[in-house]
């Protein structure tokens, strides 16, 4: 029996009035289930290398921000440990403490893709056919482009659970040229919001190619995803401030939106965008002709900060991570920081849809039927919304200026999967959903907001908190997040809790508050803590 075996020492004490919490055992025994899932031999322990391979397999990489607490756990244990490589129960449980609920998640297959391994091995045979495609040019129109390797192709892939996979030069920097596009829009609406951006810049396909000399008959660039569009996005971010500290920002949001991950920036680009840049000048001039631009506008800065945000290096890997961020509205995967509002994603991935792959974006649409964008370094970045973003970077382009290998990729893919937007409609046609289906074991937030405050999954509580967690709710006993933190000593736990404003003096059934239950447990940090933040505590007593 697998609470058998668990000594949470309530029943000794049940008719003293100090309890531990119920909750204690139920966590137990789910550390129980996660240990007994990893085949314990006989002598009830497992090598500490099943972890990580179990890890690993459901898509979860050891570098991951979320599991660095677990990484610390396991080699301080290493150290110690007689047979450094098996961990018994105990240790186990103190290894995936600090990470409770991610590793909960990806060993009980309840991540966004439950079966990663298959579904990886279907995008390994998927890249592989596309790179038999040799056909089609680099962009030659600067040397920078012209003179870069064209047998590359990387593919990777990140769900909004944060699910990886690279592929061939997924790790190769390359610059963003147009796939830059979406991320300057989403700032300029975060910054200035929907009515302001869109008095300058409309939302309709031009129907022309992305530079071409023409704006809507209100003398404004179609949309932000063609070039004279995200010249005017570009002004609107943080206009009057100094160009450096411009640019700065701009890094400071993709850096966030790819999981922490730094773009590099090509200064010969940049400087070859620069010099060859007489569309781009001439566009800018009928947009000013036009009055289009908000006043003060200076357009030499204003083509400049374009040509810096298109000479910005990323990876396929860490531009997946951007895509994933989109598919998870707005909310990075790996790091749980909010960048963007939903709303703002919502109004980015509607252009994508429509416009963010040339002139091929209706047929796009049509056939792939999934926001993206392309750029003329040959990188395609695809959104599959609340499930995953990828990215696909090879440079040889078809006569549109989309990658030739890209499209093949995306073209094989919605026929393997049913990602295509209108799959849902008629249920797929027989093609593969590899996602969890929405009822598929996802336990209530309040729930593992329990479970991570006692276990002291600090950062499984603050990705609760962004995914809108009541952390003040208490349980059928009265019971909250914070007297299962204080009860089991989580002072960072509690210190957090306490900067999220949580009711510092809930009375459980038992008329007890988290300053009670951490005197009882002897947890003096905890208890400084309580009692800083209420002077100490002395709560009325709640009727039951
Ligand atoms: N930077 C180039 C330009 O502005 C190309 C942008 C793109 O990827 N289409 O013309």
Redesign the pocket.
């Known amino acids: 029996m697998v609470t058998a075996s668990v000594n949470n020492g309530s029943t000794a004490r049940a008719d003293a009035a100090p309890r531990r919490p119920v909750t204690a055992a139920a966590a137990k025994s789910r550390e129980r289930v996660l240990f007994e899932a990893l085949q314990p031999d006989p002598q009830d322990s497992i090598p500490a290398s099943s972890l990580a391979a179990a890890l690993e397999a459901a898509g979860l990489r050891l570098d991951d921000p979320r599991l660095a607490d677990t990484r610390r756990a396991l080699r301080s244990v290493a150290t110690e440990h007689e047979i450094p490589d098996r961990l018994d129960f105990a240790e186990f449980g103190r290894v995936i403490k600090p990470s409770i609920l991610i590793i909960e998640q990806a060993l009980q297959r309840r991540l966004a893709i439950p079966e990663f391994g298959q579904f990886a091995a279907e995008l390994q045979r998927i890249f592989d056919s596309a790179a038999a495609d040799r056909s089609g040019k680099v ?1 030659d ?2 040397p920078q482009l012209g003179r870069v390797n064209p047998e590359q192709f990387g593919v990777a892939f990140c769900t909004i659970d944060g699910q990886r996979v690279s592929l061939g030069d997924a790790a190769v920097p390359f610059c ?6 979406p991320i300057t829009y989403c700032i300029a609406l975060e910054e200035r919001g929907e009515d302001v951006v869109h008095r300058h810049v409309g939302c309709e396909p031009s129907g022309q190619s ?2 071409e000399l023409t704006l809507n008959k209100q003398g404004r660039p179609h949309n932000p995803l ?2 004279a569009g ?1 010249i005017m996005a570009g002004s609107l971010i943080r206009p009057g401030a100094d160009m450096a500290d411009r640019f700065d920002h701009v890094l400071e949001m993709w850096q966030r939106l790819a999981g922490g991950a730094r773009p590099g920036f090509s200064n010969p ?1 940049y400087l070859s ?1 620069r010099r060859t ?1 007489d ?2 000048f001439a566009l800018g001039y009928f947009m000013r002709e036009k009055g289009a631009f908000p006043e003060g506008t200076d357009l030499v800065e204003t083509l400049e900060f ?2 810096q945000c ?2 910005l290096e990323l990876t396929a890997e860490s531009l997946s991570v951007v895509a994933a961020t989109l598919a998870n509205g707005g909310v990075c995967p790996v790091t749980g920081d909010r960048v963007f509002q939903a709303d703002t994603v919502q109004k980015c991935l509607s252009l994508m849809s429509s416009c963010g792959m ?1 002139d091929f974006s209706g047929e796009w649409a049509f056939r792939i039927g999934l926001p993206a964008k ?4 040959g990188a395609v970045m695809v959104v599959v919304p609340n499930v995953l973003g990828f990215c696909t970077w090879s440079p040889r382009l078809d006569q549109i ?1 989309n990658s030739v290998r890209g499209i093949a990729f995306c073209r094989e893919l919605v026929r393997t999967f049913s990602f295509h937007h209108y799959d849902s409609v008629g249920g797929g046609h027989g093609r593969k959903d590899p996602r969890q289906k929405r009822d598929q074991g996802r336990r209530s937030l309040t729930v593992d907001l329990y479970w991570a405050a006692s276990e002291g999954d600090l950062d499984g509580i603050r990705r609760l908190v962004v995914s809108g967690v009541d952390v003040d709710e208490p349980d059928y006993d009265g019971r909250t997040a914070l007297h299962l933190a204080a009860s089991e000593g989580q002072s960072h736990v509690v210190a957090y809790l306490l900067t999220q404003g949580v009711t510092a003096t809930p009375v459980d059934r038992w008329g007890n508050t988290p300053a009670d239950d951490a005197r009882r447990g002897a947890h003096t940090a905890v208890v400084e803590l309580l009692d800083g933040a209420n002077g100490p505590a002395k709560a009325a007593r709640r009727s039951v």
């Not at 392309?374 to 370094?377: C, H, L, R």
């Open positions: 962009a129109y600067i963003l040229q147009s796939t830059s596009k992305f530079n063609i070039n995200a680009t965008e840049a569309r781009n374009y040509f298109c000479s040339y392309s750029g003329v370094s200026g």
